[in-house]
């Protein structure tokens, strides 16, 4: 019989960061448009986002030719 008192239960390690460790002598850059400011980083996620969504509502379906042209062909 094994020795239960020599047993240690495992505990998950957390890597805790020190927020003193984090480096804040560079900050981030700043866009000024009247009384709005957005960081570039924000503003290109913004941008991207806005590409996808039109090239969503531009680009067709795929298999939407198909689907026409059974459409046309049963008329």
């Known amino acids: 019989m ?31 448009v009247g009384v709005f400011t957005i960081s570039v980083t924000n503003l290109l996620i913004v941008v991207a986002m806005i590409v996808v969504f039109v090239l969503a509502l531009v680009l067709p379906f795929p298999g939407s030719s198909d689907v026409d042209a059974r459409e046309g062909d049963g008329s």
């Open 2 to 32: 094994k020795d239960d008192a020599a047993r240690v239960p495992l505990r998950p390690v957390v890597s805790m960061t020190s927020p003193s460790l984090i480096s804040a002598a560079s900050s981030g850059h700043y866009v000024h």
